[in-house]
């Protein structure tokens, strides 16, 4: 395979290989910001994180750990990709990320690349870690595996029970502190590009953990924004100026949040079957202060009213379609934990607001369908994998 061979994957990995067997990950190896310390929480954040430590796996390695990648193991399929689940030899449960086909090689190289150089080296409890990959026969990523599986299968699965607040609610402020230490907790800023629930898995006790970056981007210090074409994401949770003009920074995910958060609290899907986005249904109810009508009726009733108002105020600021009033994931944490609202801090001139009134970005999304390049890893189903 000609996209294995190149001299970059060569001294990448023979350099990790070594590295690997001389490192052991401690919690001190982490750059850990769980979001708190800005809040009064507790939390705590390094600047400078060790060297990350991940192993390259040999092909018989994961060959034999998801039984000859057989069907009986698969739990994700994509335009891209495949997951499979594994076992290792000492008993570990993984999940086995294939890469299967690209328009060019090149592509595909760079895409894996793009990964693993972004989830490679972060660390932090809200964020899935890699435990290693292999380019022996293919490109593959391997992961911890989560028998929980995604949010959105979690959320939305029928069979399932609901559920409860207390669980949404942690999952709500696990997902905010994980996003946050992207955004400032690394070396330099990571933009995820496509926060939702089926990218954010759950562990046993549902610590939710930020997953695939198969779309994310670097974004140097120095740069206010970066503009990306072709434009590619998930309908239902794009940004307004990543949709329309392709400019990508912080708050691209910060909408995406809001929409994430919408989806936690009503457990509606970010689009609906009349194709009506959950953003533009819930902005008028918010808008309105009728946040009761955007519960989850299968909650019952049940659920911490000073939380949920603290979620519907945070999530209402962050689906703004100006991204100049959308909050930094810092002043969403503050307003999801900070106690009392402040309310007048952000509201926004009456001009913008009647410009908010405006943009009508469901119909520009149906329209625009057929030139809207989706996410290669938008239509794998994480039922528990990254």
Request: glycine share 8%.
């Amino acid at each position: 395979m000609r996209y294995i061979r190149s001299g970059s994957f060569k001294r990448l990995f023979s350099a990790k290989r070594r590295s690997f067997e001389e490192e052991s990950q401690t919690p001190g190896g982490c750059a850990h910001d769980d979001g708190n310390e800005a809040f009064g929480v507790g939390g705590n954040e390094t600047k400078h994180p060790q060297k990350p430590t991940w192993k390259c796996f040999s092909y018989e390695e994961i060959f034999h750990a998801t039984s000859g990648f057989s069907s009986d193991n698969l739990v994700g399929k994509g335009g891209y990709a495949e997951v499979y689940r594994g076992t290792l030899e000492d008993g570990e449960a993984v999940a086995v990320k294939r890469l299967t086909k690209a328009s060019t090689d090149e592509r595909k190289e760079k895409e894996f690349l793009t990964e693993i150089g972004t989830i490679g080296h972060v660390c932090h409890p809200n964020v899935s870690s890699l435990l290693g990959c292999c380019i022996d026969n293919g490109l593959y990523l391997i992961f911890q595996f989560f028998s929980r599986g995604s949010v959105s299968s979690v959320l939305h699965d029928e069979n399932s029970l609901s559920l409860d607040w207390k669980i949404r609610y942690k999952i709500a402020v696990g997902t905010a502190r994980g996003l946050h230490y992207l955004h400032k907790g690394c070396q330099r800023r990571i933009i995820h590009r496509d926060i939702k629930a089926s990218n954010v898995l759950l562990t046993a006790d549902y610590e939710p953990q930020i997953s695939d970056f198969g779309l994310a981007k670097w974004l140097p210090s120095q740069w206010t924004h970066h503009s990306i074409v072709p434009i590619e994401g998930t309908f239902g949770h794009l940004a307004p100026e990543y949709f329309m003009h392709g400019i990508v920074d912080e708050k691209t995910d910060v909408f995406a949040f809001g929409v994430f958060l919408l989806e936690i609290i009503s457990g509606r899907k970010p689009v609906d079957g009349s194709h009506q986005s959950l953003h533009s249904w819930a902005r008028p109810i918010l808008n309105q202060g009728e946040i009761e009508k955007v519960v989850d009726p299968r909650l019952g009733g049940i659920y911490d009213v000073a939380q949920l108002k603290r979620l519907t105020f945070a999530s209402s600021l962050c689906i703004r379609s100006s991204s100049i009033w959308r909050p930094t994931m810092s002043e969403v944490l503050e307003a999801m934990l900070g106690g009392e609202i402040d309310e007048e801090r952000w509201k926004m001139p009456e001009e913008e607001e009647e410009q908010e009134e405006f943009w009508g970005f469901d119909d520009l999304e149906c329209e625009s369908d057929s030139s809207f390049s989706t996410s290669p890893h938008d239509s794998i189903s994480t039922r528990s994998i990254s």
